[in-house]
Structure formats: C-alpha cells, structure tokens
C-alpha cells in the first residue's frame, strides 16, 4: 500500500522524508565529514577527489561543485546536512538559504527584514505566489534570466 | 517531591548564538530581538529551577543519518557545546542531571514512550541558543549555566516527525515522571524551536505572523485542541522548519491544567518579533499556578 504523502503539493519545497533520506544517504554523509577541520581542509584542496571518496552519484557530485542547494536537496540532500558545505564556504544560514532563490543576499535580506515572504499564493502548487515554478528565479536572478549578457 | 513550576517557549535561531557570540547584540538589528528577551531574564534570576528539562531538536550534528532518534533523552553527566562548522560556540559546557533524567527515562518508557537513551552527546544551537537568551552570557569569573539541564532531542529533521498529538501526551507522562522524583526539585520544561520558517528552496524565506500568533493563543489557551493539528499544516502555514513547532507540545503537555491539577497558567510573558535571519521569532513563558 502507498505510504501517505500529503506534502508534494507544497511549492518550492522538498519535504525530506525516509525516500529522500534513503536517495541522499552518501550525499549527507559526505556533508556530515565536513564538521571536522581536518576534512574541510582537505575538500578544499581537490573537492574532486574529496567527493570521489564517497559513493555518491555523479549528479549528486555535480550539485555539489556547483553548489546548487536546490538541486542537492532533489537529490537527497538535507538543509541542515547541505549547510556543513556553506559552513566550510563560510556562508551564514542566511545566505545559503537566499541562494536557493535566486534573489542575491541584499534583496533576500531586505524581503526578511520587511516581514518575510508571504504565504499567499504558495500554499499549493498551482497559485500564483512568487514561490511557484513559473516564476523562478525570483529577483536580480529572474533579471540575470531574461536579460541576454554579451559574450556569455 | 519534583515538581515542574512553569514551561518556557522560545525560537533557537542559530543566527541569534552567533549575535552573541561576536557581540553584535545592539546593533539595532538584533536589539529587537533581545530586547523581547529583558524580561525573560530577569526573570530567570528570579526563578531559578533547580533543574531545566530542555526539549529541543539535534541539526545533524550529534546525530548524522547513521542513527535517527525519534526521542533521545540525556542521561549523562555533561555536555559539549558543539562544533557545527563554524567552531564551538564560546559557552559554558552543559551540567546534566542524570539521577532525575535516569528517573524519567524509566517512569516515560514505562508509560509506552520508547525512548532512546543517550550518555554522550555534543548539544547544538538548538540547546545552546535558548540557554544564552534566557541566562545571558554568563560572567568569565562563574563561566557555568545557572542550573543542570536535562536535554531531550526530538527528530523533527526527517520526516515523519512525530505528531503533535504524540508531543502533548509525551509531555502529560514526563509530568508524571518528574512528580514521582522523591527529590524536591523545582523543574522548568522549555519547548524550543520553530517559529514560521523554511529554510529551503524557492519557498525560503516564508513567514506566517497571523499563523504564528493565533498558535501562540491557542498553545496558551486551548494545547489540546491545537496538539490534534496535522504536520502538513505546519509545513503549509509555517515552513518547511515551522515543523519544529510541535516541540512546544511537550512543554505544553507537561503542565498543570492540562492533567486537571490547576487552573490555566499564567501567561507571565509573550514576545514575537520578525525576523531573527530567515525565522520568526517566538517567546512565551508560562508559569503553573499555586
């Protein structure tokens, strides 16, 4: 029998629950590595061969590299694990949280400070809050998005 | 005999340790948030516990995926700040009470909570945090934590967490448990965590006040109706971390009136401010009348 998931209707929003914990084992665990000094130093010196000690999938090594949270939580990666890599980048909560949104620190900072991002409109997947699909990236992102930059 | 005199609530932002610890607490930003915090130290001083049953949750730090306690009580002597990648947090190691945490851990299993029985374990922001609000940065020359401090980890990191129902009768038993202690020992319960906050995804950033303070009303005025609350409405309302909210059900559960033996508690403080970096930020306490 299917196990109750009442939770996949929530935009923007990875619940991490037994199936993801399960697909993201290595992933966290390479995250949890991180907490000791010895470990970070030697990631940051060949994060390649760092991240090929593990049995991590090559998606999941990818994410990593290019430190792109959402993508690691797909994958498996938990918030509170991913934040051991922003702890070893020298990231706050805060920043690795406003990454993940596509806004820059200033303007995630700024939404904060003027109460937080509301909850209408992204209680469910399918209004039209400014946490739903078709309106990612949010901020200097969604500008970075639709504005064509010479040369790239 | 023990006996639990009042419950404390209160948000455990990492951010907030991190204030403290780097002296940032007046700057205009943060004096806000601890401003909410005056009162609640002053009166620590004067009510002092004997013993503080803190409840609160592990961010993969003591525990990593290799074990994941749905329930974890301490049992040991003391506790290690721990080190969650930006280093230890400058403040003092944690005192345990192991004869009155041994005392629970029978009396609650007994009850049919299964806990699991921890006698080593590094405690994180989640405990540290609420400790430097309510205590202050204690003096160099008496660098200790006023009082022991039982710590009791609840997973609310991988899904499913327990049920609020679950966390309000845990908190009935440990009642019980504390009350059948033959030491006179007056116990604070502090629930911790929460308030409305997710910390991932295109969600981040989610804040809920309304929510947030019609659960402060109802936590002060009506546990048992708001302890039969679905997680998804947590997850819905408050953020994917508002989850953590259902911990102030233990604290709730474990008071007076809720096993008849006394009216309503009173609310000696309430405080909410928006934002402590990405949460909001949540503070009652409630003390149990004479």
């Known amino acids: 029998m299917a196990l109750s ?148 | 005999m023990a006996r639990i005199t009042a419950s404390v609530y209160t948000s455990h932002v990492p951010a907030i340790g991190a204030a403290m610890d780097l002296g940032k607490t007046q700057e205009p930003y943060w004096q806000k948030v601890f401003s909410g915090y005056e009162f609640s130290r002053a009166w620590m001083k004067n009510h002092t516990p004997d013993v503080v ?85 204690p003096p160099k020359e008496n660098f200790r934590w006023p009082c022991p401090v039982i710590p009791f980890a609840v997973n609310v990191v991988q899904y499913p967490v327990p049920s609020g129902r679950r966390c309000f009768a845990l908190g009935q038993a440990i009642r019980r448990a504390v009350e059948s202690f033959d030491q006179d020992l007056n116990v604070h319960i502090w629930g911790t965590g929460g308030m409305s906050h997710q910390l991932q995804g295109a969600r981040a950033g989610l804040i809920n006040a309304p929510w947030d303070n019609a659960f402060l009303d109802r936590l002060i005025a009506d546990p048992q109706d708001l302890s039969q609350m679905p997680h998804i409405d947590y997850v819905r309302e408050a953020g994917s971390e508002g989850i953590e909210l259902v911990m102030w059900l233990i604290a709730r559960g474990a008071m007076a009136d809720v096993a008849g033996q006394g009216p309503a508690p009173r609310v000696a403080h309430r405080f909410y401010h928006v934002p402590a970096s990405n949460t909001a930020v949540g503070h009652l306490i409630l003390e149990n009348r004479p």
């Open chain 2, 53 to 137: 049953f803190l409840v609160f949750n592990d961010h993969a730090t003591a525990f990593s995926l290799e074990m994941i306690p749905t329930f974890a009580i301490g049992t040991a002597a003391s506790y290690a700040p721990a080190d969650e990648g930006w280093g230890p947090r400058p403040v003092p190691t944690v005192i345990g009470h192991p004869e009155l945490a041994s005392h629970i851990a029978q009396s609650v299993i007994q009850e049919d909570f299964d806990l699991t029985i921890v006698n080593k374990m590094d405690v994180d922001h989640g405990l540290t945090v609420p400790l430097s609000l309510m205590c202050g940065q």
């Open chain 1, 5 to 152: 998931k009442p939770y996949t209707d929530v935009p923007g929003t990875i619940i991490f629950d037994a199936e993801q914990s399960r697909k993201g084992y290595h992933l966290n665990q390479f995250c949890m590595s991180l907490m000791k000094a010895d470990n970070r130093a030697r990631f940051k010196a060949n994060e390649r061969a760092y991240l090929d000690e593990w049995p991590m999938t090559e998606d999941q090594k990818a994410a990593v590299l290019a430190r792109d949270l959402n993508r690691c939580m797909a994958l498996g990666g938990n918030i509170y694990f991913l934040a051991k890599i922003g702890a070893t980048d020298g990231l706050s909560f805060q920043q690795m949280a406003g990454s993940m949104t596509g806004m820059t620190e200033e303007e995630y900072r700024h939404m904060m400070i003027s109460g937080g991002r509301s909850p209408e409109g992204n209680r469910y997947v399918g209004e039209d809050g400014d946490a739903q699909a078709h309106r990612q990236p949010q901020g200097s992102g969604a500008r970075a998005a639709t504005t064509p930059t010479q040369g790239a």
